[in-house]
Structures are given as C-alpha cells and as structure tokens.
Nanobody, 125 residues
Framework: QVQLVESGGALVQPGGSLTLTCATS????????IGWFRQAPGKEREGVSC????????FYGDSVVGRFTISQDNAKNTVQLQMHNLKAEDTAVYYC??????????????????WGQGTQVTVSS
C-alpha cells in the first residue's frame, strides 16, 4: 500500500527558504512519479513540481521555476522540495502525490492517485 507523508511546513518570512520532505513507502516497482502540489484558500490546486523515480526527469510549474528545486533520495525513499525566495503568494497547503509512470508537463493532479495529508506553508512577515 502506497503511503506518502509530508513534513517541513512552517511560517517563514518573505524572501526566506524552506525545505519540504515527502516520505514514501509501499512502491513495488520503480516506475512512478512524485509530484508536489499546493492549494491556497479559495484557489485551485496548482502543480508545483514533479520528478520521475526511474530517470529523475523533472518539471516545474511556471510560478516556481528558478526558486524551487525538487530532488529525490532513493536510499531514503524521500522526495524533497527546496523553496527559496519565498513570496506571500506561495502560502498554501502543500501536498505530495504519486502516480504510476513518469513525470510530465503540465503537472496535473488529476493523473495522480495517492496523496499525502498535506503540510502548511505560510509566508508572512
């Protein structure tokens, strides 16, 4: 049974940095992708970034490219999202999710079938 657990959400000042971690378990094959998504109150869910377990292929959403970096530690079965130069508009609940196959663009949550519980990121002074 696939399980995803996010951690690392916090309150951070504008311009600051934060790293989120998605701990994964239950995968029987290495042919899957992990995506990070976020949802702010009153807004639609947004695809932030994704990475393919098999070949490390990566995509970013337009609003975070150049500021966020996704990486995976295959030994620890974790996927991290390093976030830099955070802005107020980055405030949201961040979720990691998985799907069979490879990462693609656009990063659409509709193709992901397992989700974590989410972690709150608040960017405010």
């Amino acid at each position: 049974q696939v399980q995803l657990v996010e951690s690392g959400g916090a309150l951070v000042q504008p311009g600051g940095s934060l790293t989120l971690t998605c701990a994964t378990s239950g995968f029987t094959l290495n042919y899957y992708a992990i995506g990070w998504f976020r949802q702010a109150p009153g807004k639609e869910r947004e695809g932030v970034s994704c990475i393919s377990r098999s070949d490390g292929n990566i995509f970013y959403g337009d609003s975070v490219v150049g500021r966020f970096t996704i990486s995976q530690d295959n030994a620890k079965n974790t996927v991290q999202l390093q976030m830099h130069n955070l802005k107020a508009e980055d405030t949201a609940v961040y979720y990691c999710a998985s799907k069979v196959g490879k990462c693609g663009y656009p990063i659409s949550g509709s193709s992901y079938d397992h989700w974590g519980q989410g972690t709150q990121v608040t960017v405010s002074s």
